[in-house]
């Protein structure tokens, strides 16, 4: 019986023109100097976003829990992972809140080595909200970069970025918040707020434009997906939607919803628990509650789990949690079709022998596995019940290696093409191997 899906929203994404800031790139003098003080803010300029893939991905938002619920997995965002990828640490302060106070004319003067009487010249409105129109700014750069004025360039070329690429509001506009998170110093905690709430607020509408920065969520997912040459050369043309829907946990890297503990190394023993989970959500300008006011403070009594909270660090999900994951997604549905099961790792001509058959159906592990060791299952399927998911795929890759390199070594070139597989499946079997010794060790 066909499984039932959700309607898909229409979604769009706020990309800014960044030829004039690619440009300026031409005027810093030392890259690995300006990434040790700025991070890796350069490469966003470059990052070519599929907007296929993340029109794909956005479908996939579980507005309850806050992160992208796949079959059988969830990803998400998390603060480790936004800083190490633009390069900025994460200060043990308070971040962006919006309470700061507006910089003044003579503040932002000072810090973009500009005079005060232009800054004032050029302060202007859009949208209800002040700021510096960006073709002033990328000129005085400019100005700056033909002078080989290092310090003054830098400083206003990465506040474009800051306004224009980490926090794009209005197109061509510098507005005030971003120079005020430029101020604070500290704008990853802002930059991945900025992605769940516009990722939240346009699921909640039912679609529209997304606004945060979005070659950095691109950088992230991509981080996630399968590494290898099948996946990514995708002979055979599918859509990202039916590549999506066909990945599971083990084809990516890591995941975990609750404080990304998988993600971060910890195993994950079980579902999440609701407590940990609550939307609260208020509208600019109408707060009677006072309830920005407490968030800020809330963000000053932070509490850090580590070891001793989440135990040793072990990256696998238990079965428990990896039900309740399918089932979240049961009662969710999914956006698109369930493909029929099928190995991620095939390659090679469609002659394989018993390529594509399946003795059940509804037994997506028999699916993956050839005929000549379906007798495997049989003889351990009372040791995967009592040991983990990775196991039956270490049993899938061992008799792999064997059954591909005797059926097929029938010429010169073939044989050179599966020894280099053979070598790749010996890896992951190495892998699998040490993960069951350190689960059975635990």
Known sequence: MERQKRHTKKYSFRQPDLKELRNLTSYVLDPLGFKARFGKLL????????????GTLVQFYDPLYHCFTFPDFQLLPTLE?????????ILDQLPFSGLESIPTSREIADLLHIDESLIEAH??????????????????????????SEDAFEAIFVLLIYGLVLFPNIDKFMDVNAIRIFFVLNPVPTLLGDTYFSLHLRNAKGGGAIVCCLPLLYKWFISHLPQTVAFKENKGCLRWSTRLMSLTNDDISCYN???????????????????LLEGVFFQ????????????????????????????????????????????????YLMPYDYPRPTPMIMVGPSTLPNQGVIDDPNDAWTSLLPRSSKFWKRKCLFRSSCLWPNFVLFIYFEDKLTHRYYTRANSAR?????????????????????????????
Request: aromatic share 6%.
């Open 43 to 54: 490469p966003l300029l470059t990052t070519q976003v599929d907007e296929g893939l993340m």
């Open 81 to 89: 992972e936004y800083a190490h990828l633009v390069g900025i640490p």
């Open 123 to 148: 302060m202007t409105t859009k949208g209800g909200i002040q700021g510096l129109p960006s073709e002033f700014l990328i000129a005085q750069a400019t100005i700056y970069g033909k002078a080989m």
């Open 257 to 275: 919803p609750v404080l990304a503990r998988r993600q971060l190394g910890f195993p994950l023993k079980d579902k999440p628990n609701n407590i």
């Open 284 to 331: 600019e300008g109408k707060d009677p509650q006072g309830l920005k006011a407490r968030m800020v403070h809330a963000w000053r009594k932070i509490h850090k789990k580590g070891r001793n909270e989440l135990g040793p660090k072990n990256c696998i999900a238990l079965e428990p949690y990896t039900a309740w994951v399918r089932k979240r997604a049961s009662e």
């Open 414 to 442: 073939l044989m050179d093409h599966l020894e280099q597989e053979n070598r790749e499946l010996k890896d992951e079997v190495a892998r699998l191997t040490a993960l069951m010794e350190q689960f059975l060790a635990a």
